[in-house]
Structure formats: structure tokens, C-alpha cells
Nanobody, 126 residues
Framework: QVQLKESGGGSVQAGGSLTLSCSAS????????MGWFRQTPGKDREGVAV????????LYSNSVKGRFTVSANSANNTMYLKMINLKPEDTGMYFC???????????????????WGQGTQVTVSS
């Protein structure tokens, strides 16, 4: 079981920046793949960024590519999401996830992750 806790959310104006943190209770096989997801009321949770923590390889959704950067630090068991040039459509609850189910292939599929944090709210005003 991996415990995850997000922090760093807040309210910013369009064009602003925020950096989210996801503190994990451990970095292990369960955190080989970690992801950031976001959700707004009435919409499905969507994946925005994924990182292979052992290699640093990253993937991004088209909506955030070039603006968001995901990274991980094994020394303090923390994953980060640096967000720049934020847009109102980036508003939502941001969650980190770990425990990607072995044998699955879609790293942006929320149902294929076993462990989730409670989320941190990001609000971008125009």
C-alpha cells in the first residue's frame, strides 16, 4: 500500500504558474509509473502527465504539452508537476496516482492505477 499526498494547489490568474508536489510513502515497484490526473465536476478524470520514475521518461497529454513538466525525486519520494502559462481550462482538482496495474497499457487510464492521493485544487481565473 502506497500513501500519496498532494500539495501546492491554489488560485492564479491566466498566464501564471504553480508547482504541485506529490509525496509518496515509498518509492518502490508500486511507484515505477506515477501520474498526474485532473478532474472537474461532471467530467471524467483525465491524465495529464506520467513519469517512469526509474528512467525519468515522461508522457504528456496534448492539452498540457509544452506547459507542464513532471519530475520525480527518489531522494525524498516526491513527484512534481510544474505548470506554466496556466489557462482557465486547467482549473480542476489535481490528483497523483501510483500502482499502475501490471499488464495494462494505457498510462492515462485512471482505472489502471491502484493508489491515489486526496487531490489539490487548482483554480485559474481569466
Amino acid at each position: 500500500q502506497v500513501q500519496l499526498k498532494e500539495s501546492g494547489g491554489g488560485s492564479v490568474q491566466a498566464g501564471g504558474s504553480l508547482t504541485l508536489s506529490c509525496s509518496a510513502s515509498e518509492f518502490s515497484t508500486n511507484t515505477q509509473y506515477m501520474g498526474w490526473f485532473r478532474q472537474t465536476p461532471g467530467k471524467d478524470r483525465e491524465g495529464v502527465a506520467v513519469i517512469w520514475t526509474r528512467t525519468g521518461t515522461t508522457l504528456y497529454s496534448n492539452s498540457v504539452k509544452g506547459r507542464f513538466t513532471v519530475s520525480a525525486n527518489s531522494a525524498n519520494n516526491t513527484m512534481y508537476l510544474k505548470m506554466i502559462n496556466l489557462k482557465p481550462e486547467d482549473t480542476g482538482m489535481y490528483f497523483c496516482a501510483a500502482g499502475f496495474v501490471s499488464g495494462r497499457y494505457d498510462l492515462f487510464q485512471p482505472s489502471d492505477y491502484k493508489f491515489w492521493g486526496q487531490g489539490t485544487q487548482v483554480t485559474v481565473s481569466s
